[in-house]
């Protein structure tokens, strides 16, 4: 009976969070993002097999080298774009970065020299950083209070979805046109999501600009947005989450190949299916959980997801493939509670006019949490093999309880 019940909840949750679909405008907005992040997937596979072109030796350094730009120019300019979003059209934010985007990704087909390769992604991702931050601050806009939990996790699982069968597809499509002519797909995606969002009323997406406000401030803004991320208890303890679940995420993403490969003796073939194992966990937890977890503060997500990632890692050094299978399925449900409800709070709990600026904000403080976390984890990786993944729990486990014991007074907020 118990089991009934459970999965009656379930499938209710999944059902609520398409019900958010027939609101017109998000739709449009869901469909043109979901384009947009197989266009992504598009280009890092790209990338990737470009980079193996320059040399098998080089593709690890500039691949690496490319995704620490990526994450740079998302620290550095999403604040600035954040602050733009509450000062200027959303809508042409939207159209205007892909558009450039797509301009930026068709030059890719063309480089022949590994510093071409590094200006553009770092440019691609400045338009990346203003894009993300607007686009969260329209869901806000577009979505009432009662289906915007279940509107934020549509697109988290849509992106996780997409971050296990993008790649996928891509590389299909590399198999039929050729390494270098996916840019020009990728590129063609970038116009299709722009025309989708050319197709939105402009007022729908943002409420009127006031003119009489004082003049533009670009650094006055983003320091406010700062403040106020951190000024918000709510916020402030999920941000915080989030770090504790990139120390783990990031143990996942970068030492998991070498656990499989090294570690276990085992082939690619193997990788692919513990890392789709993830993203499937990741996938599930996004579209439930803001239909599960109705509390204010969302503790109960953030600190179930948080033990759940450093109960997993903790144990991974220590089991078979086909448990860390399972293993992988429930930290990927880890990652998602942990992750997700940061934006959802800010929505909730930002005055609309400050938004924009937030989410800029925690845009670029969540990818400098992975900014920190990456070296660890590689420093782990390469320092204790073997026992990688249970340093790296413990470390998890311990930033968790600075988190609880300096936040224990949200702990009790329902």
Same mark, same amino acid.
């Given at each position: 009976?118990? &089991? ?13 969070s ?9 739709? $449009? #907005? +869901?469909f043109?993002e979901?384009?947009s992040?197989l266009?992504?997937?598009f280009?890092?596979?790209g #990338?990737a097999?470009?980079?193996?072109q320059f040399?098998?030796e ?13 994450v ?6 999403s604040p600035?774009?954040?602050v ?6 959303? &809508?042409?934010?939207? +159209? ?9 990704v068709a030059c890719l ?5 590994e510093?071409?390769i590094y200006v553009?992604?770092f440019?691609l991702?400045i338009f990346n ?6 686009y969260?601050? =329209? ?6 209070q ?7 996790g ?12 993008g790649p996928?597809?891509?590389? $299909?499509?590399?198999?039929?046109f050729?390494a270098k ?9 970038? =116009?299709i999501?722009? $025309? ?8 729908k997406l943002q409420h ?10 670009a650094?006055?803004d983003a320091i406010?947005?700062?403040?106020l991320?951190?000024k ?5 303890f ?15 993403l ?18 692919? *299916?513990?890392?789709?194992a993830?993203g499937?966990?990741?996938s /599930?937890?996004?579209?439930v959980a803001?239909s599960?977890?109705?509390t204010?503060?969302?503790? #109960?997500?953030l600190?179930?997801?948080a033990t759940?990632?450093?109960?997993? /890692?903790?144990i991974?050094n220590?089991?078979g +493939?086909?448990?860390m299978?399972?293993?992988w399925?429930f930290?990927g449900?880890?990652q998602?509670?942990?992750e997700?409800?940061?934006?959802t ?11 924009? &600026? $937030?989410?800029?904000?925690h845009?670029?403080?969540s990818?400098?949490? *992975?900014? =920190?976390? +990456? ?6 990786g390469s320092h204790y ?9 413990? #470390?998890t486990?311990?930033?968790?309880s ?6 224990r &007074? ?5």
């Amino acid at each position: 009976m118990n &089991k009934a019940v459970r999965s009656t909840s379930l499938l209710n949750a999944l059902k609520e969070s398409f019900q958010v679909l027939k609101n017109r405008i998000f739709s $449009i #907005l +869901y469909f043109a993002e979901s384009i947009s992040l197989l266009g992504d997937a598009f280009t890092w596979v790209g #990338l990737a097999l470009l980079s193996y072109q320059f040399g098998k030796e080089k593709s690890a350094v500039i691949l690496a080298t490319a995704l620490t730009l990526r994450v740079t120019a998302f620290i550095i300019f999403s604040p600035f774009a954040g602050v733009l979003a509450d000062r200027m059209s959303r &809508k042409t934010i939207l +159209y205007v970065t892909h558009f450039i985007r797509m301009a930026i990704v068709a030059c890719l087909p063309f480089v022949d020299q590994e510093w071409q390769i590094y200006v553009l992604v770092f440019l691609l991702n400045i338009f990346n950083a203003f894009f993300t931050p607007t686009y969260r601050a =329209v869901i806000p806009q577009v979505v009432d209070q009662a289906n915007y939990r279940q509107a934020v996790g549509l697109s988290t699982a849509t992106f996780q979805i997409l971050g296990v069968l993008g790649p996928g597809l891509a590389g $299909i499509l590399a198999v039929w046109f050729g390494a270098k002519d996916i840019f020009f797909i990728d590129a063609v995606s970038f =116009v299709i999501a722009a $025309i989708l969002i050319l197709m939105l009323p402009a007022t729908k997406l943002q409420h009127a600009i006031k003119k009489n406000e004082k003049a533009f401030t670009a650094w006055h803004d983003a320091i406010k947005g700062i403040r106020l991320l951190f000024k918000n208890p709510l916020i402030r303890f999920a941000l915080l989450i989030e770090f504790v679940s990139a120390i783990a995420g990031a143990q996942i993403l970068v030492n998991t190949v070498g656990h499989i490969k090294s570690g276990l003796h085992l082939d690619d073939k193997h990788y692919g *299916w513990i890392m789709a194992a993830f993203g499937i966990g990741a996938s /599930i937890a996004a579209f439930v959980a803001g239909s599960l977890d109705k509390t204010k503060s969302r503790r #109960l997500s953030l600190i179930i997801g948080a033990t759940v990632l450093a109960i997993t /890692i903790s144990i991974t050094n220590f089991v078979g +493939y086909p448990v860390m299978l399972v293993l992988w399925l429930f930290a990927g449900l880890g990652q998602s509670l942990a992750e997700m409800p940061s934006e959802t709070l800010i929505g909730e709990n930002i005055a609309e006019n400050e938004q924009g &600026k $937030i989410y800029g904000s925690h845009f670029a403080f969540s990818h400098l949490w *992975w900014a =920190v976390a +990456y070296p660890i984890a590689g420093f782990m990786g390469s320092h204790y093999p073997g026992k990688d993944f249970l340093y790296g729990g413990i #470390l998890t486990a311990l930033l968790l309880s600075v988190t609880l014991l300096s936040q224990r &007074k949200l702990v009790s907020i329902k």
